[in-house]
Each structure stands twice: as C-alpha cells, then as structure tokens.
C-alpha cells in the first residue's frame, strides 16, 4: 500500500489590537450592545466614505516584520463581493492584488516524544499578510425562520496571514498557530485570544501519494480552539485517506468542524464556485509606506509610516526571549518552551530567582513541577495563584539554608496553597517542620533515643 | 487630465453593470494590460455576443434582471463602446486603476469619534428584535435558469 502524505495550509485572521475600527472611528470591543459600536459607514449607508487607521498599519508592519516578510512600501485596497446580511455594503474591504507584506517564515518548535525531552524546529513559509475588514455577526434563528445582524465587529481591522502548505498533520498546524499567536500578543498587534473570536484559523487539507501531483483539498472551518484545530485537521487527513483508499474521490468543498462529534461535515452549498469580482477599491489611493532613506522631508510625521522606526522598536520575540532565559538561567530550552506557554509564568520564575539563593536550575522544577500543576488542577492562571513569587522565593530561601528538609517544603507549599496569608516560616514554626540545627540538641535526642532501648544497644555492640 | 473619447453609445445615468468577459473562477483576478493595439475601428467592431450561462451567471452574481431582448442588446452595445479601450496602444505602460494614484492616503488616529446611535440606525429597518437587525436565514439563491421565468430560457 503506497504511503500518503498529507498536505496543510492555513489562513488566519487576527483581529487587530485597536481603539478603532480599520476605516471608520467606531470602537473595537468585544461583548457590547447589539449595534452600538457601529458608524454610518460600517452600517454602509450611502455617502460615507473609508478613512484608514494609522495604528492598523502600523499592527501590520510589525506583524510582517516580525515574521521577517518584505513589507511592500506600495500596497492597494480591493473590493471582494459578495451577498451575506452581515456584510451590509455587499463588498469586503482587501488587499487581493498587492497586500502590504509577502514572503516571510514562521519557525515553530514541536516535541518529538511525549515526555517532552527533545525538540525538533521546522519553519512553515509565510505567502502573505493583507489588511482586511471584518464582518457583522449572524445570530442563526432557526425556530423562527430568520437571522439576527449585529454589526458591532463589522469593519474592524483583521490581517490575514497566509501560510503555505508546508505542513503536514494536525501537530505541527497547532504548533505553528501556537506560536504565531505567542508573536501577536508579544507584538501586541492583536492579543489573539481564540475564544474570543480575535484569532480564527481555516485550514486547506488534502493528501497525495509521494512523486503525484498534490490532490484536491477541502477547506475546513469552525475551528475555535487551537486543541480542536489538531483534531479536525487530523480527522480531515484520515477521512480523506479511507475515501480514496475505497475508490471514492475528494470534493473541493467546505467543510465545517463539529467538535462535539469530533469530525467534519459539509457546509451547506454556497450556490457553486464563487465569483467575488474583485476591483479596485475606488475611494482609497496606493498605501505608501517609507523607510529612512525614502522619508519624504516636508511631510507631517503624522501622515508618514517609517518601517525602519517600527523595526528598531520591536520588542523580543519569543524565540529571542527563550534564547536569552536559557543563557541567563541555564534550564533547558524545553522548559523555556513551557515558561512562555503559560501567561506571566516567566516573569513569575525570573521574580522568584531574584528573591531566593537557590540556583534558577534548581528554581525551575519548583515552577515547572509544582506550581504549574497546582495551577492547572485548580484551572488558574499564574495571575490567579495564590502562592505568590515572594513567599516561594521565601520558601525556597529556608530550603536552600537547610532550615527544612525537602519533603517539608511540599508540605509547606500546600499549605500556601490555602492563601490563608501565612508566611512559609509561620506554617514551618506552627507543624514544627523545622530541622534542628542546634548540635547539642541533637546529641540529646539522641542519647535519649539510646537510652531508652537499652537492649537493642547491647544487642548492636554485641554484633 | 486625460481626454476621453466619447463615443455615440454614451448614456445618461447607469448603464447594465460590466460583466468580466472571461468566466473569472474563485478569486479570478483583474488580469488586464491586454494591447490589442490593432483595432482602429473607431467605435464600430465586431458585436460580440454574450452566452446565455455568463447572462444567467451575471443575473445570479449581481442579482441584476435583463428582463428582456433590448437589456441584453444594451449589454452588447456597451461592451463594444468601452471595446474601444483596446484601440490604444498600451505597450510598456502600467495599467492605471486610481485616478486618485497620486493622492496620499490620508491616516487617521486611532482615536473613537464615532457610534453609538443604535436607535438612529434601527430607524429604517422594517424588522428588528431587541435592537438587532433581523435578515432572511442565510443566502436565498436565485432559482435555476430552467426553473425561474425569464427570457433567458428562450434564447
């Protein structure tokens, strides 16, 4: 049986981290009164016109530089039509001919066994980042016949990142997103929380036998977690497997992830092939960008957008800031994987390092170890911990001076756990889990010990 | 400023809407830059004739009704007058989309100035429930070219 290799792409939209919308001054947040966060424009009543945010340009050019695309210092705005309620103008502001930045790369970092002890890195190849409008919200009444609009997210800025179909199952499709969203919220350009709708990801699936031509491939939505992305790609991967494998074929179809079943089904049928007819967007002229050597002299600062000055003032990205905590601490880069996993985690570690003797090697089981699965089997984040960095860095300290055995650390630590407000040297003194340190004290107990078992004594020295 | 040649087929108000002569597929892209810089017909080329699936598909597209043989005609007669285009020669020249290609795109802070006028926007909806629009569930597509009434059927 001839082997199949599974193929993946993906399209993300990233919901843009601003007050306002991409071309209109209504505000960008989530969870507000059904259409009150919509302007005339975003409303498409007749007269109004696109003003273009400076702040969703700059998100844009921070994104692709930061996954090092080439940023196009001329970039055009496109019409994509088509009919839906929550597209009220009938068109979706794009960049289809020339989006503001292209080929770029993701490196992305994978576990090869479960115990996660070794790391392979692959890259997936970045075709091109667009600025884009979002749509209104469909609220689908199917009891009464109708579909309820509310255009509060209508217009908000979006990029959509396109990645290449360098991957190859569900694993890598999550690692890649995973860290693409550690870059966003780093960046700041969007915070990319799934949940809340800010980062969406489509995947393209398909499969084909090595050395033949790649086969067709589905289109798979409704994905709204980065754990159900693995899945539904994987699922898709197999499905398709055993249709062909049973002499079916693959329609170039939709298909929308159930997660409660775990697979995926067909949407319903948009009327065939789309036509979207695009055209330029008429009211909006080339968007020009510049860089230091090509900055216009009389222009107002306002009105120009210097790629250079956004460069040199990009914060470290995550894969600079694992660099620099394994150089600094020593740990491993696997643990350096799981510190920048979890929100606040590393600050939490570095804050602890500071506080307490103990060598950040040693530190970070304690993290990695016990904090971190408290945290989880309470469903807390690190923000939310109720043991705070100063009182395991105190903790730690009575350890490392061997004021406590280890084994009463633990004991200690779930006593923090409580969040009663104790200090670990209250708790230490009221289970009397001290160690003795007085010499003489210890002879003492000692001797007592010997001489209350006289017959075990002799018994000894007698061999 | 440029000089347009207005030709004999000019039309007051909007005219049918351009159809792409080519089928565009998903994403179909403005391809163009077409010199077919040896026309010189001056306005009278040949009519060319448009198939019953792209006005059916057009119809679909644009949700547009030729209603009868003279739409279709005018249809025809529009595609030859802007056919004129193709009598310029436009060898190493880049296409021009934007009149506006010279303006610069004016950026606006980042700042809220606007919304919050859900009642002035609900005003002219024929329906809404709880200050939400309310819409047709989903897309209602237009019926098949056998099964709707049109002239189209006949041609």
Same mark, same amino acid.
């Given at each position: ?14 919901? /843009? =981290?601003?007050?306002?919308?991409? !071309? ?26 696109? +003003?273009?945010?400076?702040?969703? +340009? ?6 692709? *530089? ?25 068109? #979706?502001?794009?960049? #289809?001919?020339?989006? /503001? ?27 091109? /980042?667009?600025?884009?409008?979002? =749509? ?14 509310? *255009?509060?997210?209508?217009? +908000? ?41 800010? &980062? ?5 699936? =398909? ?25 539904? /790609? ?39 092939? #789309?036509?979207?007819? !695009? ?45 620099? *905590? ?10 350096? !994987? ?10 939490? !570690? ?21 904090? &971190? ?25 009575? &350890? ?64 | ?153 006949g041609s």
């Amino acid at each position: 049986l001839a082997p199949w290799v599974p193929v993946v792409g993906l399209e993300i939209h990233a919901q /843009i =981290s601003s007050n306002s919308k991409l !071309f209109s001054g209504s505000q960008v947040q989530f969870a507000a009164p059904p259409n009150s966060l919509v302007s005339f424009f975003d409303a498409s009543l007749p007269g109004t016109l696109p +003003v273009l945010n400076r702040r969703c +340009v700059e998100a844009a050019v921070m994104t692709g *530089l930061a996954l090092n695309c080439s940023i196009n210092k001329k970039s055009l705005f496109d019409r994509k039509h088509y009919f839906y309620a929550d597209l009220p103008a009938g068109y #979706q502001i794009t960049q #289809q001919r020339v989006p /503001i930045a292209v080929n770029g790369c993701l490196s992305y970092s994978l576990c090869i066994d479960s115990k996660m002890s070794q790391m392979v890195t692959k890259t997936v190849r970045i075709k091109q /980042i667009q600025l884009e409008q979002d =749509s209104g919200k469909s609220l689908h009444d199917d009891t009464r016949s109708q579909t309820l609009v509310d *255009l509060n997210r209508a217009g +908000v800025g979006l990029m959509e990142v396109v990645m290449e179909p360098d991957m190859c199952c569900g694993e890598e499709a999550a690692a890649a997103v995973r860290e693409l969203q550690l870059i966003l919220q780093t960046l700041g350009s969007s915070q990319a929380v799934m949940a809340e709708g800010q &980062l969406r990801v489509d995947a393209n699936v =398909s499969v084909h036998h090595p050395g033949e031509p790649y086969g067709v491939r589905t289109e798979v939505k409704n994905i709204n977690s980065i754990r159900f992305l693995a899945k539904a /790609i994987d699922y898709e991967i197999q499905r398709q497997i055993e249709e062909l494998e049973n002499g079916g074929t693959i329609l170039n179809e939709t298909r929308a992830f159930d997660s409660k079943l775990g697979c995926t089904v067909p949407m319903r049928d948009k009327e065939g092939k #789309q036509d979207y007819r !695009f055209m330029p967007e008429p009211n909006l002229p080339p968007l020009i960008l510049y860089d230091t050597k090509s900055l216009p002299a009389n222009m107002n600062h306002q009105q120009v957008i210097n790629i250079d000055w956004i460069h040199e003032r990009l914060p470290d990205l995550p894969s600079v800031k694992r660099k620099k *905590l394994v150089e600094k601490y020593g740990i491993l880069p696997e643990h350096s !994987f799981t510190l920048l996993n979890e929100d606040g985690l590393a600050e939490f !570690f570095e804050s602890v390092v500071k506080r307490t003797q103990m060598k950040p090697k040693k530190v970070i089981g304690w993290i990695l170890n016990d904090l &971190l699965s408290y945290l989880k089997q309470h469903s807390l984040t690190v923000k939310e911990s109720p043991v705070s960095s100063f009182l395991l860095g105190d903790l730690l300290n009575l &350890l490392e001076k061997k004021e406590i055995s280890s084994t009463a650390a633990k004991q200690v630590f779930a006593e923090l756990w409580k969040g009663e407000g104790k200090t670990p040297l209250e708790i230490v003194k009221e289970q009397k889990l001290g160690l003795l340190q007085d010499q003489k004290e210890l002879e003492q107990i000692c001797q007592a010990v010997i001489d209350g078992q006289e017959n075990e004594v002799i018994m000894m020295m007698l061999g | 400023m440029r000089a347009l040649l207005l030709g004999r087929w000019l039309r007051a108000g909007p005219g049918p809407p351009r159809p792409e002569s080519r089928n565009g597929g998903n994403g179909g892209h403005r391809g163009n830059g077409g010199h077919r810089g040896n026309g010189g017909n001056g306005g009278h080329g040949p009519l060319r004739k448009v198939s019953v699936e792209v006005l059916d598909h057009l119809e679909h597209l644009a949700l547009v009704d030729f209603r009868d043989s003279e739409g279709v005609e005018r249809l025809h007669k529009a595609i030859q007058f802007a056919d004129q285009l193709h009598e310029v020669n436009t060898d190493g020249v880049e296409p021009m989309d934007s009149v506006l290609e010279d303006r610069c795109l004016y950026l606006r802070e980042d700042d809220v100035t606007e919304g919050n006028c859900t009642k002035e926007l609900l005003e002219n909806a024929r329906e809404k429930v709880e200050e939400y629009f309310v819409a047709p569930p989903g897309n209602i597509p237009l019926p098949k070219l056998e099964e709707r009434e049109t002239f189209l059927q006949g041609s």
